[in-house]
Structures are given as C-alpha cells and as structure tokens.
C-alpha cells in the first residue's frame, strides 16, 4: 500500500487527502494553523457525494517529524512553491514521487528543481471545493483528477512510468477519486487552462462568481472569445485541442453550481493569486513558439495590477 504525504490541506488536500484516509489508505497531512484543532477534532468533509468525518488523523505542522512517503501529493498553492527547497526533501526516499495538483502550465517545474527530473507527475483538478474552517472542507461538485508523468519544459525527459501512476490511480479509484492517467500531461494542462485562464481573470477583473459571469450576454461572449484564444494559441504550441471543446468548456460551465473561483477567494481575502502559473507560463510558452496570444495578455497585466494595487 502506498503511503501518501499532503501537503497543504485546504479545500483540494482536505477533500482528496479525506477520502484516501477514509478510505483506510495510510495519509500524513502537513498543517500549519490548522494541526492542533485537527489532531484533536479530526478532519471533516461535507459533500454533495455524502459528508463524512475521519476522526484519527496523522497532523503534523512540522515536515522533519513526518516520515518519508512514497507519493507526496503537493496541494499548495503555486505562489507558495518557494518553500518547496523547505518542504519535499524531508519526505523522500530513494523511489518517491510528487504529485503535483496545482493550477497552471509547467507548474511542475519548481518541484522538479527540487527533486530532480523522472520523479514528479502532475494533475489536473475538476473540483469544486472550498475550506469554510478549521479542518473544514465544503465539497460542492466534482472531482476528478487527470495525471500524467511531468517531462520538462520540452516534454522529453523521462517522468514516473505509467506503470507506477497505475498504482497510484487504483489506490485512488478504491478511495471513490474519479482518477485518471494521461501520457501527455502538457496537453491536459492546455485543455484545462481552457477554463481556468477566462474564469479565473474574469472573477476576479469582474468581481463576479461563475454563474454571474455566464448569465450576461458581454460577459459570456467575453468568456468563449477566450476560451478560443487558449484553444489556438495550445494548437500553435503544438498540442492539438478539437474545435468541438470550446463549446464543451461554455456548456460545462452553465452546468456547474454557482461557484466562486480560488483566484477570486484569495483575491478578496488579500492573499497572493496564481497570475505567474496560469498567465505568465502560458505566455512564456506562446512566445518560445512565436505566438501571439493578445487577450490572455491582457488578463495578465489587468491581474498583475490588480494584485499588485487591490484595496
């Protein structure tokens, strides 16, 4: 049996790290603030899926007591990944693994300076899901995870076998995660981003939740222009995404409860927001291929303002 390491339980470590506990999987949680109300009222989840509570959990708000793991599921956010130097070491052995669940193109890479290359993967998150308080996590909807072996910035250094990742996915599947493997990370992430880079800037730009947002006619227009930039600027990268999932990401948002982006919570309670991840590296990778990507370009430097200016 695999045994896993969270690192930042909040609404997606808490909802997934939950089930993989409940599950009976072994599951060492790093927290800060939340470690001792945990230790003692243990971790509760309500969801649309069934509410449940794991009431034994392994807390620790220091990585150096927490035994090394085979796979470390790196929940945090990407503006916090200068800790990583800080935090992955302590948890390894000589055949672990991180996976990386983080918004954003090339987000691995941080871990894999690191780690080193061949032992970090990458997930895409379908999950609607916040944290209301202490060991608190609100499932709303969804929850699938797609992952794949992280390669690099060109795709072609060795990552965790598909083998390995089967593991993984099993383990996860018995645990009721909706999870999935992919050979083409990279890919996934520009599908993703599909979603996250309109929904995500305009939340926050338009101060709106998901619903708000589909439910004006300029807003929504604004919304598919995007998502249509993403979808060609992925293809001149090289990763071929098929016209028919612009209309799958416009419909797939109507069908979501209202819901309020983690870029625009993190905006309003002042915290820092992931524009690097999801706009600067998508940037980056558009101007290493010669390709212009003007409205994506402005969200960055609407965001980057915002950020840097907000009340």
């Not at 990585?63 to 990407?78: F, G, Q, T, W, Y």
């Not at 002042?270 to 409205?295: C, D, F, H, S, T």
């Amino acid at each position: 049996m695999t045994r896993f390491a969270v690192i930042g339980t909040g609404a997606l470590g808490g909802f997934y790290g939950g089930l993989l506990a409940r599950a009976g999987s072994e599951v060492h949680f790093l927290m800060r603030s939340d470690a001792e109300y945990v230790r003692e009222n243990g971790l509760r989840v309500d969801s649309h899926q069934g509410d449940f509570h794991v009431p034994k959990v392994n807390v620790y708000s220091d990585v150096r007591e927490m035994p090394n793991c085979d796979c470390i599921i790196l929940a945090l956010k990407s503006t916090q990944n200068h800790v990583l130097p800080d935090l992955l070491p302590p948890l390894m052995h000589g055949d672990s693994m991180v996976l990386v669940l983080q918004n954003g193109l090339h987000v691995e890479q941080a871990t894999r300076a690191v780690v080193g290359p061949g032992r970090v993967a990458g997930g895409c998150c379908f999950l609607c899901s916040n944290k209301i308080g202490p060991g608190h996590i609100r499932h709303l909807d969804y929850g699938k995870i797609l992952m794949g072996p992280y390669r690099g910035l060109g795709d072609s250094e060795p990552g965790p076998t598909m083998e390995r990742l089967a593991i993984i996915q099993s383990e996860m599947n018995s645990a009721g995660i909706d999870c999935h493997t992919t050979e083409s990370l990279t890919l996934a992430r520009w599908r993703k981003l599909m979603w996250n880079i309109p929904f995500n800037g305009l939340s926050v730009i338009l101060n709106s939740s998901t619903n708000r947002i589909m439910e004006h006619p300029d807003s929504r227009a604004l919304a598919e222009s995007i998502i249509r930039e993403v979808r060609q600027t992925a293809c001149d990268c090289g990763h071929l995404i098929e016209p028919e999932f612009v209309q799958y990401m416009m419909d797939h948002t109507d069908e979501m409860v209202p819901y309020d982006s983690s870029m625009r919570l993190d905006f309003l309670a002042g915290r820092p927001i992931e524009v690097e991840a999801i706009y600067g590296n998508a940037l980056r990778a558009a101007q290493r291929a010669n390709v212009k990507a003007p409205i994506i370009q402005v969200l960055y430097q609407q965001l980057k303002f915002l950020a840097e200016h907000r009340a």
